[in-house]
């Protein structure tokens, strides 16, 4: 059975620093495209980041520069640090893992999705 355990939010001030991790278990990490995504009130979720075994990365283009993907095979865990937080970060994070290994921003491509974590960015 595919599941996540998504870990790392919290509340943090503007400029502040969180590194969200995402534990998978049921499938093997490196077999397959796993993605960043973010949910803020009232908003469509959109993608954020994705990485495959190839390397094979995005970032969407307000986060360019301040958050990083990684992921650790040998843990079964996707990272995704991010720095500089500024208050349109505020949202729900989730990982979420496609069928094939070809990463994509679009949601609808994920077939499982992990439970999510709160990220709150604010003075």
């Known amino acids: 059975q595919v599941q996540f355990v998504e870990s790392g939010g919290g509340l943090v001030q503007p400029g502040g620093s969180l590194r969200l991790s995402c534990a998978a278990s049921g499938f093997t990490l490196d077999t397959y495209a796993i993605g960043w995504f973010r949910q803020a009130p009232g908003k469509e979720r959109e993608g954020v980041s994705c990485t495959t075994f190839y390397g094979t990365i995005y970032y969407l283009d307000s986060v360019k520069g301040r958050f990083t993907i990684s992921r650790d095979n040998a843990k079964n865990t996707v990272y995704l640090q991010m720095n500089s937080l500024k208050s349109e970060d505020t949202a729900v994070y989730y990982c979420?893992?496609?069928?094939?290994?070809?990463?994509?921003?679009?949601?609808?491509?994920?077939?499982?999705w992990g439970q999510g974590t709160q990220v709150t960015v604010s003075p």
């Open positions: 979420a893992r496609r069928t094939s290994n070809i990463c994509s921003p679009s949601k609808t491509l994920y077939r499982y």
